[in-house]
């Protein structure tokens, strides 16, 4: 099956930094989503982009499908972008989402 | 409110017990999914259900049963807890195939057994 990476695994801001966190996928997709889980385990989604460049206030999301990455950008970072983002991908008819493993961020006041 | 509810959010039982998470959405989508999630790892597709007569395994289905008891309805039963099922359970919706379509989720039901 497909296969999702995200890096780096682990990263640690002060606030008020800028970041990009990237998921490389290793087929071609036609689904890829961006989550956030906060503290508290709620999964809230960021993006839904396979391909092309999205912004929402200080987050932004581009995906080079042809290419099999996408990157998530946080500027401006505060202590409430903390928790774990997630890239989603599938591929294929009926096919599931496959998840990476996860980015932790962590952003220091 | 959650377009996607779960109840209940937190549950402790024992060993062999039977359990339900239920799960509802007023999205009005017709897929429906079940995810488990695992401390430090990502989420994995227990069951989905693209309408209500229509059930299907994802790839850690054994030790799980669901029900779609209406279109905006979807339970999960572990028949016969065990301790290794402890872990945060995730319903999800889409209004489409999950392959080109928004997933949404509901705010998890975190499950321990003993």
């Known amino acids: 099956g497909i296969q999702v990476e995200q890096s780096p695994p682990d990263l640690i801001l002060q606030e008020g930094a800028n970041s990009t966190l990237r998921c490389n996928f290793s087929?071609?997709?036609?689904?890829l989503q961006w989550f956030h889980q906060n503290p508290w385990g709620q999964l809230i989604n960021l993006f839904y982009i396979p391909s092309g460049t999205k912004q929402n206030g200080r987050l932004s999301a581009t995906t080079v499908a042809t290419e099999r990455y996408s990157l998530l950008y946080i500027s401006s970072s505060q202590t409430t972008d903390s928790g774990v983002y997630f890239c989603a991908v599938s591929t294929g008819a009926n096919s599931k989402l496959t998840f990476g493993k996860g980015i932790t961020l962590s952003v220091r006041p | 409110d959650a377009d996607v509810t779960q109840t209940p959010r937190n549950r402790i039982t024992k060993t062999g017990k039977r359990i339900m998470l239920e799960c509802s959405q007023t999205k009005g989508h017709d897929r429906m999914y079940w995810y488990r999630q695992d401390p430090g790892l990502g989420l994995q597709l227990i069951y989905y259900s693209f309408d209500v007569k229509d059930i299907n395994k994802g790839e850690i289905s054994d030790g799980y049963s669901v029900s779609r008891q209406a279109q905006a309805k979807f339970s999960l039963s572990l028949e016969s807890a065990i301790p290794n099922q402890t872990a945060l359970y995730f319903c999800a919706t889409s209004d489409q195939d999950a392959n080109t379509g928004e997933l949404f989720f509901g705010e998890g039901s975190r499950l321990t057994v003993l």
């Open positions: 087929d071609s997709v036609n689904n």
